[in-house]
């Protein structure tokens, strides 16, 4: 019996198709079914890779100890099967068990995965309860599962009561906040780390350069890519590498990108999609394509991930006839039913283009395969309009929109804007009467630029600031450009 455990111990991925099963038969020639500590090694084994067998051997086992039920929530968990964890865990409160500090970090991965709040604030009041909350894995735990659902209060109030702060619960805390879109607070719990000693890690530096990127802060993203170059560990990390050529990319800096992209030793296809993705944004077309191609002779297949890149950069450059064959190719090529975001990219290129009794038969076929346009391919098709003027599909994109979106004042000034470049003063004054009517806000435009280390904030609105002589020298002189003659500034320092 103890050989029999031992090799089911040490089954491994790889091995347990092999090695568990032949364990497991013997198990039943000698018939030892009956001995939990044998039948837990085996589910233990079955978990690494053979779920279904793992989940009969559960079932079937004529008792379960504290391991077996945590071996089984765990392994439902690592498959991302979320509601399957949480129901063996109501069979576990049924069977009257309390779950341990083993069952906790599971339980609540599961419930940030469903976004089950209820669940998982019983949890948290659970673990308060049976005195776990000092415990670090199961702290670190809780303040995950409030920072991926999106309760910032809640999440502070754990992370500041966890009296040891690893680098995982730093970044917990630091996801939570760019999550909710939080930047500048997510850049400021990184200096408290680094002022705390914490050393950072390969999981610190992805969001911290996604909320440069989003903030466009060229300058902390060149300091975050120094503090990469120092640790050769995360130079080499592929993942970092992925997030620094989107970072530059959405600096604004697409060399930078390219230069990182050409340097990377190895590469997934994540890499591949984020390159392509970049030409795309930055109107490179032609050098997306091309990219794609070199992608797929190099041995990748492209994801549907992958295929909305490189279809939204044909509508970036206007390449109708790569786009439309990229589309036909979803299906015939690479075996994906075209998503939601194939159609809206396609229907996006048709539209920049004036193609509109194309767009509009693509819109239809959508019908046939039982998918509904959704809003982002209907504001498409009215951005197209607006650009050719054209009132008939601008109209029928507007009211699609105006039942799926009803509080969206953009797509009513979309239409008034047509309306006036058309010179239809009338129907224009009718959706601003009915802007009105509805209280609708359209929030502001914003751009940025950095002076001297600060990030200043350009809204359209009223202009009112307070600066720095030498900061208000230069914001004078754009001031002065027709550009930002109704501009408001508000800054703030990084």
């Given amino acids: ?49 053979l779920l279904l067998n793992a989940r009969q051997v559960f079932d079937r086992m ?25 129901n063996v865990f109501y069979e576990f409160l049924d069977s009257g068990m309390t779950p341990d500090h083993y069952s906790f970090p599971q339980l609540l991965k599961a419930c940030a995965g469903i976004n089950d709040v209820s669940l998982g604030v019983m949890l948290h009041g659970t ?46 805390m630091i996801l939570g906040f760019s999550k909710a879109g939080l930047h500048l607070e997510a850049l400021s719990c990184f200096r408290n780390m680094l002022g705390n000693k914490t050393k950072i890690d390969s999981m610190t530096i992805p969001t911290l350069l996604n909320v440069c990127g989003k903030l466009g802060d060229f300058t902390k993203g060149k300091e ?81 991930v992958t295929l909305t890149a ?17 589309f036909n190719s979803i299906r015939s090529s690479y075996g994906f039913e075209p998503s939601v975001e ?14 509109f009794e194309d767009a509009l038969e693509l819109i239809n076929s959508m019908k046939k395969v039982k998918i509904a346009p959704p809003a982002s391919l209907w504001g498409a098709l009215l951005a197209g309009s607006l650009v050719h003027r054209n009132i008939e599909t601008g109209e029928m994109a507007a009211r699609h929109l105006f039942e799926v979106e009803p509080e969206n004042a953009s797509n009513y000034i979309a239409l ?35 002076i001297g280390g600060e990030v200043h904030t350009f809204y359209q609105g009223n202009l009112s600031f307070s600066l720095g002589e030498t900061t208000r020298e230069v914001l004078e002189w754009i001031i002065r450009t027709p550009l930002w003659v109704h501009s408001e500034i508000q800054s703030s320092l990084l």
């Fill in 1 to 49: 019996m103890v050989c029999l455990s031992s090799v089911l111990r040490n089954c491994n991925p790889r091995t347990v198709f092999t090695h568990a099963r032949q364990t497991h038969v013997q198990i039943l020639i000698h018939g030892l079914t009956h001995d939990v500590t044998l039948q837990t090694d085996l589910l233990l084994a079955y978990s690494r890779g």
């Fill in 62 to 86: 004529p008792q379960r100890n504290m391991h077996s039920w945590n071996i089984m929530i765990s392994a439902y968990v690592q498959n991302s099967m979320y509601h399957e964890a949480v």
């Fill in 127 to 172: 673990v308060i309860k049976l005195g776990f909350g000092s415990h670090i894995v199961v702290g670190s735990s809780v303040l995950d599962f409030y920072s991926k659902c999106g309760k910032l209060n809640d999440a502070r109030t754990v992370f500041e009561g966890l009296s040891w702060k690893d680098s995982v619960v730093w970044n917990s």
């Fill in 224 to 304: 975050i890519h120094g503090q990469v170059l120092k640790n050769t560990v995360l130079y080499n990390d592929i993942a970092i590498n992925n997030s620094l050529i989107d970072m530059y990319s959405k600096c604004g800096c697409l060399c930078d990108a390219k230069r990182i992209f050409c340097s990377m030793k190895s590469l997934n296809l994540v890499t591949w999609t984020t390159m392509i993705s970049c030409f795309g944004v930055h109107g490179k077309g032609d050098e997306a394509l091309n990219l794609f191609k070199k992608m797929k002779e190099s041995g990748f297949k492209p994801n549907i």
């Fill in 310 to 326: 490189i279809l939204a950069s044909c509508s970036h450059s206007g390449f109708v006839n790569e786009g439309k064959n990229i």
């Fill in 342 to 355: 194939h159609y809206a990219c396609l229907v996006d290129l048709l539209s920049r283009v004036g193609c």
């Fill in 416 to 450: 008034c804007s047509i309306y006036d470049s058309r010179g239809m003063w009338k129907d224009a004054s009718r959706v601003r009467l009915k802007i009105r009517r509805l209280r609708l806000d359209k929030t502001p435009g914003c751009s940025w630029i950095t």
